[in-house]
Nanobody, 129 residues
């Protein structure tokens, strides 16, 4: 089964940019629907951006639309999240996730199924005001 590891978190000032990466091992990410989630202390986990299994559709949370962009490099087996115009409210632990179910749409971002989804260990993003 696929294993994913996130990198790229850190401390950045409001208005700055950061790029997160998620590298998979075991199986190619092209066989999975991939996504980014985040969770701040005391708050529920939120789907930030997810791509459909086919790669044809991408979901973005309303709170990040126009600021965040997800992409993937199948050759490197890596998923990226480019985060621009960062705000203090973006502060959270960010997790990479993979769902192997062929045919699922990007809406899986709203309710990831723990029976199928593989999670990374997370990387902390802190945005100072």
């Amino acid at each position: 089964q696929v294993q994913v590891v996130e990198l790229g978190g850190g401390l950045v000032q409001a208005g700055g940019s950061l790029r997160l990466s998620c590298t998979a091992s075991g199986l190619p990410i092209s066989n999975y629907a991939m996504g980014w989630f985040r969770q701040a202390p005391g708050k529920e986990r939120e789907g930030v951006s997810c791509i459909s299994w086919s790669g044809g559709s991408t979901y973005y949370a309303d709170s990040v639309k126009g600021r965040f962009t997800m992409s993937r490099d199948n050759a490197k087996n890596t998923l990226y999240l480019q985060m621009n115009s960062l705000k203090p409210e973006d502060t959270a632990m960010y997790f990479c996730a993979a769902d192997p179910r062929a045919g699922i749409t990007e809406s899986w971002c709203l309710s990831p199924d723990p029976r199928f989804v593989s999670w990374g260990q997370g990387t902390q993003v802190t945005v100072s005001s």
